[in-house]
């Protein structure tokens, strides 16, 4: 047997990774987590779609952040998307005014998410987006995405990370419009017609 001298870091193996799920359903997902519009905006947009596997299964047990500005391309700086009650720790959920641009939603039994939000406003060069990141199980480490809005071509012509990718792998970052504010957007992790996941260094 040989001995691996330890006392170096360059003499170390990595720690290998885990997968992230899927345990996450304990605490991590809340009541209204796809409810990042206040109630009553006019302007509220729905967006919903599929987590699929690379043999094009759904998800049951995916968990969907996502974060976007506000209609005029401002990121929210407010509080107020999990508050907690301070005498009993209870949930109190959003407060029903501030836009805090952020959610969290799990998949349900059939790998569907949904979330309602506001049209989000253009920053910079780029097209309109909200950002999405994913964890679904046998991932070592969670995904980011993002999805724009198809109201727009000239926007997305011009957008600095659209402008790069061929037809298809386009296409997987821009959400279907089905009428009425609703648009889809199915997150394909692996296999044919991979949704474009974006790496950050």
Known sequence: MTKIDTSSPENVLPTPSHTVGPFYGYALPFPGGGEIAPPGR???ITIHGYVLDGEGSPLPDALVE???PDPEGRLPTVDG???????????LGRNG????????LQTDANGHWYARTLRPGARGRSAPYISVCVFARGLLTHLFTRIHLPDDEAALAADPLLSRLDGKRRDTLIA??????????????????????????
């Open 97 to 104: 005014v501030e836009f805090t641009g952020w959610g969290r």
């Open 176 to 201: 279907v419009a089905e009428g009425n504010g609703t648009y889809r957007f199915d997150i394909r992790l692996q296999g044919e017609g991979e949704t474009v996941f974006l790496e950050f260094q």
């Open 42 to 44: 006019p302007d509220t």
């Open 81 to 91: 998307s999990m508050r907690r009650d301070a005498a009993t720790g209870g949930h």
């Open 66 to 68: 996502l974060w976007g």
